[in-house]
């Protein structure tokens, strides 16, 4: 059983940053494209970023392109979210995936995730 563990979220003002941390012991992440996803209250989960298994690719959705960052270090088994300027629209857990196939930006290209971590922005 793969085990993705998310870290790094909590409650910050709109205008800071966090840094999201996705890691595992298991699977070695260095072998596939990873993505972060979030869902908030009663909305489907969406598509946040992905990066390819080099780092050399990243993709964003437009809602947070210039403000998140993703990022990779493959020796370390992790992928990290930075995401700056945040504003309330933000707030949603956040989950990390292993890409499987398939489209980057759909969840169901994925095909193990971690718990979330939850991330609040307050206004």
């Known amino acids: 059983q793969v085990q993705l563990v998310e870290s790094g979220g909590g409650l910050v003002q709109a205008g800071g940053s966090l840094r999201l941390s996705c890691a595992t012991s298991?699977?070695?992440?260095?072998?596939?494209?990873m993505g972060w996803f979030r869902q908030a209250p009663g909305k489907e989960r969406e598509f946040v970023a992905a990066i390819t298994w080099s780092g050399g690719n990243t993709y964003y959705a437009d809602s947070v392109k210039g403000r998140f960052t993703i990022s990779r270090d493959n020796a370390k088994n992790t992928v990290y979210l930075q995401m700056n300027s945040l504003k309330p629209e933000d707030t949603a857990v956040y989950y990390c995936?292993?890409?499987?196939?398939?489209?980057?930006?759909?969840?169901?290209?994925?095909?193990?995730w971690g718990q979330g971590t939850q991330v609040t922005v307050s206004s």
């Open positions: 298991v699977r070695t992440l260095s072998n596939y494209a």
């Open positions: 995936g292993s890409h499987y196939s398939g489209s980057y930006y759909l969840s169901p290209s994925y095909d193990y």
